[in-house]
């Protein structure tokens, strides 16, 4: 697994042992970041499944300003905070250990990209979807970028967002949704 563009390009990033994480295919991450190409530059993003943090590093990689990594799991933040040295990326990004609905309910903070690649196994992705819906912590045409396997519905339809078609790229569905203008009609 390795920075695909931008300032760390070609940086080999550390993977987990086991399969308690499952990193983004190289392949689906170029495919993401191809999509995101003029949104990223100066962003703030949230990477709130972190696991290795490689798409919140690839994001800083490529022109975000900042990162903010989410994990439940101790070994998951220190591999990224690794991850983060390695690239020379330990200032723009920092690393919250905890549940990502409670980081969710209680962050202050705005975010101009989300990416939401959970456990492809539970509910996390709808139920963070809904509650970014309901917590207005994406600024206006700020993007969540979603990543599910292609046997997962995911037929929320949000508020004041956009979606994207699917994007099917192997096993892999990614869906993006895009947060309207206040000055849009809704």
Do not use: W
């Amino acid at each position: 697994m390795r920075v695909i563009a931008g300032t760390a390009r070609g940086t080999v990033l550390k993977t987990p042992e086991g399969m308690l994480t499952r990193p983004t295919a190289d392949r689906v991450k170029e495919a993401v970041f191809s999509i995101l190409h003029f949104d990223v530059q100066d962003a703030v993003v949230l990477d709130l499944f972190g696991g290795t943090g490689q798409l919140g590093i690839e994001a800083l990689s490529r022109g975000a300003k900042k990162a903010v990594f989410v994990d439940q799991q101790q070994k998951a933040c220190e591999l990224i905070r690794e991850n983060l040295r390695r690239t020379k990326f330990d200032r723009a990004g920092t690393v919250i250990r905890g549940d990502y609905l409670e980081y969710l309910k209680r962050t202050k903070e705005r975010f101009d990209i989300i990416l939401l690649d959970p456990p492809y196994a539970e509910n996390f992705l709808e139920n963070a979807l809904n509650c970014i819906a309901e917590i207005d912590i994406l600024r206006d045409n700020g993007i969540i970028v979603t990543e599910r396997p292609v046997e997962k519905a995911l037929s929320i339809q949000l508020p004041g967002y956009s979606r994207s078609r699917d994007y099917k790229y192997g096993k892999t569905l990614i869906t993006l949704y895009r947060r309207e203008s206040a000055g849009e009609d809704l």
